[in-house]
């Protein structure tokens, strides 16, 4: 804009009338529009989310006192829960990670879960993989979560909780 | 200098806008990029603090039929803007499900299953116990579809 003002200074000389566009109103109105963005401008949340269904049939419901199962015919997903990879977290007094196991396997930290899993996904080539998770009442939700959710990333088809005093049937790690 | 010279030869002063109003059209710009509207997860408070877990989900699109609870280092139901202590906490749990069913129920649909996605944000202090037991009694009223929110953190 200054270098297009002085040429054509330049060529209708200084005593030309200069030209002038209004520059005031619109700063004006950028302002407005400025201070509306920075007033609503939310900054990108970190928060993410971990989906988990938890079926409500009898034999899913954690803790149900014997004898008030109904008497349903078993559906295949009642039976499919039965083939469910465990996974079992014990915590020590502190609520901290003792001890990890997937399957009867023992792991040696919280990251080779992730590992493991991934190598039983390969195994099963497709299939849905199905997890069971058994960690004790005192494990810090913090640990829990960090199971549950390297489940989510490794693409495990459900998770599924289960009573820590759950013993139910397990498989072996590979 | 010469521009200063000029102004005063003119008498006039002159402020160069232009270079600002550029500047502030950048703004504008950058804020219009980043603007999104209505994405933040409800029930957020303060004293949460959240977990840091992998997921791969975003936080967004919830669905419409929610209902969020919020879980505090003390393992107490907070929801609605009330604390529920144990007891309280699963009659809140039944009143919200017979309210659904009714809900359903005049539209024509007696499924067991309430459709509702139970949203829940628990300290990460918590143990994970009272995290299970309030899924459990919400579980045990019919609500059957969970998340859990979480902060996202590095990929295993």
């Known amino acids: 804009m200054t270098t297009r003002e002085g040429r054509l200074r330049s060529k209708q000389g200084e005593s030309a009338e200069e030209?002038?566009?209004?520059?005031?109103?619109?700063?004006?109105?950028?302002?407005?529009?400025?201070?509306?963005?920075?007033?609503?401008?939310?900054?990108?949340?970190?928060?993410?989310?971990?989906?988990?269904?938890?079926?409500?049939?009898?034999?899913?419901?954690?803790?149900?006192?014997?004898?008030?199962?109904?008497?349903?015919?078993?559906?295949?997903?009642?039976?499919?829960?039965?083939?469910?990879?465990?996974?079992?977290?014990?915590?020590?007094?502190?609520?901290?990670?003792?001890?990890?196991?997937?399957?009867?396997?023992?792991?040696?930290?919280?990251?080779?879960?992730?590992?493991?899993?991934?190598?039983?996904?390969?195994?099963?080539?497709?299939?849905p993989l199905r997890v069971r998770i058994s960690a004790d009442d005192r494990l810090r939700y913090e640990v829990a979560a960090r199971i549950m959710g390297i489940c989510n990333v490794v693409g495990v088809a459900s998770i599924r909780l289960a009573d820590p005093g759950d013993a139910g049937s397990s498989r072996t790690g590979p | 200098m010469a521009y200063r010279n000029r102004s005063r030869a003119e008498g006039s002063f002159q402020l160069n806008l232009t270079p600002l109003l550029d500047v502030v059209l950048q703004l504008i710009t950058f804020f219009m990029m980043l603007i999104h509207f209505g994405t933040k997860i409800e029930g957020a408070a303060a004293e949460v603090k959240l977990p840091t877990a992998p997921s791969a989900l975003p936080g967004g699109d919830l669905g419409l039929d929610r209902l969020v609870v919020t879980l505090d280092a003390k393992g107490r139901l907070i929801a609605e803007g009330r604390r529920f202590e144990d007891s309280s906490a699963t009659t809140w749990w039944a009143d919200q499900a017979r309210k659904r069913r009714v809900g359903l129920g005049s539209i024509g649909r007696k499924d067991e299953e309430l459709p509702t996605l139970v949203v829940v944000r628990a300290d990460k202090a918590v143990a994970f116990g009272a995290v299970r037991g309030l899924m459990a009694t919400a579980q045990q009223q019919g609500f059957a579809r969970f998340t859990l929110i979480v902060l996202r953190g590095p990929q295993p």
């Open chain 1, 19 to 127: 030209i002038q566009f209004p520059v005031t109103p619109m700063l004006d109105m950028a302002f407005q529009l400025l201070a509306f963005f920075i007033l609503t401008f939310q900054s990108p949340t970190a928060e993410s989310r971990l989906d988990l269904y938890l079926p409500t049939i009898p034999i899913a419901l954690p803790g149900s006192p014997a004898g008030q199962a109904r008497t349903t015919p078993p559906r295949r997903s009642e039976l499919d829960l039965e083939n469910d990879l465990k996974i079992r977290a014990e915590a020590d007094d502190l609520g901290d990670l003792k001890s990890l196991k997937l399957g009867d396997s023992l792991l040696p930290d919280i990251d080779a879960l992730g590992d493991r899993l991934r190598r039983y996904a390969a195994i099963l080539d497709g299939k």
